[in-house]
């Protein structure tokens, strides 16, 4: 008997066969390395964007303190995280920032966001203060004072943080009171804006008015004084030529 030989649909003979190649296609290989490559391409230019801001950025930031707050609330307590960053370019412009959130860097980053729109100048002379500075911030009572060169930072903490990013080679240092953070910082800030241009000017002009005052001074003692003597009136006279006829 002949062989039986196994019959075939027409929708068997009529599929295409396809190749390796043309499978992957079909099976969405295509798209998915191309979503691939975007999600690779994305992930590269965020990437770049952000070391570019980073080295085009004309403030360095230090992270003073970071702590644990916490909020009650109903059902408990509600944690999050405090960042204070000091932020400045080292040439005369600094500014500070506080910020929470429920995570270290994101209170960082908002730290900074804040820091850098609220920057403040600094009066620089000679790599230090132009004058002596007292200023009392809420339990902070901060004294700055200038330094001669070679003398660098006599400072510790916040306040050192905050000179240094600001541009302050020399100076001297005294803090008082309170050794909160955040209240430290703020009174280096307003010790730093509280310098005047002029005030040298002015020092300089007294000091030459005192020794102008000391010259008059020294030659109006120097100078003999001439004794007026006052003319005889007639009683004088009378009682004069009594006393010397009683002595004849």
């Given amino acids: 008997m002949p062989e ?3 019959t075939t649909s027409s929708a068997a003979q009529t599929r295409p066969t396809t190749s390796p190649a043309n499978y992957s296609r079909s099976m969405g290989g295509g ?25 085009t950025s004309e403030y360095d930031d230090r992270v003073v303190s970071v702590d644990r707050v916490s909020r009650v609330v109903k059902g408990g307590r509600r944690i999050r995280f405090r960042a204070l960053v ?22 960082v980053q908002k730290a900074k966001t804040q820091a850098e729109r609220h920057m ?5 002379i000679n790599d230090t203060i132009p004058h002596e500075s007292t200023v009392r911030y809420s339990g902070v009572r901060l004294l700055l004072k200038p330094a001669s060169p070679g003398t660098s930072i006599v400072a510790g903490g916040a306040v050192r943080a905050v000179i240094e990013l600001a541009g302050i080679k020399n100076v001297l ?9 955040i209240n430290m910082t703020k009174a280096t800030l307003l010790a730093l ?13 007294d000091s030459h008015k005192t020794a102008e005052m000391v010259e008059e ?14 003319p005889r009136t007639k009683k004088a006279e009378v009682l004069a030529t009594e006393e010397t006829n009683a002595t004849a």
């Fill in 4 to 6: 039986e030989q196994p």
């Fill in 31 to 55: 798209r998915a390395g191309g979503s691939d490559g975007q999600r690779r391409g994305r992930q590269g230019g965020g990437r770049t964007d952000g070391q570019r801001s980073r080295s």
């Fill in 86 to 107: 000091v932020m400045g370019n080292r040439a005369g412009k600094v500014g500070m920032g506080v910020a929470k959130s429920g995570d270290v860097a994101g209170a």
């Fill in 120 to 124: 403040q100048t600094v009066t620089i």
């Fill in 173 to 181: 240092s005294k803090s008082l009171g309170s050794s909160n953070k």
């Fill in 193 to 205: 804006s509280s310098f005047k241009t002029d005030r040298p000017r002015r020092v300089q002009a």
């Fill in 217 to 230: 001074v020294a030659l109006v003692e120097a100078t003999p004084v001439k004794k007026t003597v006052k």
